[in-house]
Structure formats: C-alpha cells, structure tokens
C-alpha cells in the first residue's frame, strides 16, 4: 500500500522496522541505479557486521588466522583439551555480551577493474547512537573511507540520534544526504530536507569521464514501502523520539485519513 506521507515515514524508525526496511530501500537504490550506469559499473550491496557491547568496543570483524575444516563438532569425536603444566595457571570465564549486527551499505565498482568508485551509507540508529559503540564507532569507518579515493555518500533519513559531526552550517531539516565527492575534500556538499516533504533527488558521482548521475530517493523510496504494506503495519500510536508537536500529530491524523 502506499506511504500515507509524501515522503519519509518517521514511524519507520520505531524497532524492530528500521532493520526491517533499511536493506529494502539499499535494494530498491541499488536496482534504480543499475540501469544508468551498466555495463561500465557494478552495483552490489556489502555487508559488515558490528559488535555492540558495553566493554569492547564496536569493530567490524575481520579475523587475523582463519582455519577451517568440514569437520562439525556436533557429529564428530569429543574435543580433546590439552593437559597444560602444573606452572600454568587457568581459569574458565564468560567473554562479555555483545549483540552481533549486519550492516549494509551499497558499493559501485568500475567493472573492468574492480575498482570501487562510490559508496553509499545508510546511517542506522546503532551509527547515530552516542560513544563508542555508536556515532564515534561510525566515525572511524567513515575516515577510513575518506582516506581512500572512493565517493562518499550518507544518507540521515533518521530523525533520532546524533547529527553526523561537519565543520561549518547545516542546511535546514530532519533528514540530510552527504555528498562527498573524492576530488572536493576535505568538503562535502549537504542536501537536507523536513520530514513532511518529498524525498530529493540525489546526485551519485561516478569516474571523473563519467561526472554524475541522479538517484531518484523518492522513487526508491516508495518500491521498498509499498508493497511491504508498512503503513497497516507501523505502530502509530507511538510516541516517537524525538516527540512530534502537537500540530504534527494532527498533520500525521490527517494525512492518514486521506
């Protein structure tokens, strides 16, 4: 069914939807931007997965040895625990929780080498989440990723969390797309917009030879919300965080009984 709103719906960000719809929109993006850039480029989405605990910090996990075997503990011979000696001291204890997350994001690679060209964030709540397990884990990331050659893009289509850090004046609204193109950093151009308004279209930088082409958000907006039918299943009863006015929830009242 269609988004009772003309663009974003903020009840999206209630858990557990955004973790629902966000690899939904990645997709969408992913396939309205294959027809424009085939066959010089390749559109995948990447995934990552991040560790949010209270004692270590965020990291994307990339093991140091890796050995693996067909054999499976569950039907195979009892494991054998080495007898260590009297010299060492051991002790058995529990390693800390953590809750294991997949992030997504989407990848454009220049297919004849592999090169990868631009890649596009979408923030999560876990990204805008203040300390080190949140924003300042995301930071880190996104540094990485400005190091290299590669175009940058992050779409906030959040309204709750911390705002991405940048050195000089926002451009009004609750939601923002960060264009960073490889060739103007250390700047980055800012497209932000009101939650009651039309998702914009937003430029996708491509090979120097090749300048830019155009996402249309709105579009790959509404192919993900529609046919998941999440305005029958949003809970908007909700009080959202950061809470709407009062005239927003009589506009939220009446856009719904359109």
Known sequence: MPCPFPGMDPFLEVPPYWSDFSPRLLTSIGNCLLPLVLPKYEVRL????????????????????????????????????LSLPQSANTLEAAYPDFDPMTQRRLVLTHRLTG??????????????????????AYESKREELLTTSCHLIELDLLRGGERLPIKGAMPTGEYFAYIGRSLRRPT???????????????????????????IDLSA?????????????????????????SEQEIDWVRQQRMK
């Open 220 to 244: 790959a907006f509404r192919a993900a919300y529609d046919p998941a039918y999440y305005d029958q299943r949003l809970p908007y009863e909700t009080t959202l965080r950061p809470p709407l």
């Open 188 to 214: 980055c151009q800012i497209i932000g917009w009101h939650w009651q308004s039309v998702l914009p279209p937003i430029p996708f930088p491509l090979l120097p030879e090749d300048g830019e082409t155009q």
């Open 46 to 81: 990447e995934e990552y997965l991040v560790l949010e605990h209270d004692v270590l910090p965020s990291h994307r996990v990339k093991p140091d040895l890796v050995v693996s075997s067909d054999w499976r503990t569950e039907s195979g011979p009892p494991i054998q625990v």
């Open 115 to 136: 090169r990868v060209v631009t890649v596009l964030e979408l923030l999560s709540p876990v990204n805008k989440a203040p300390g080190k397990d949140g924003i300042e």
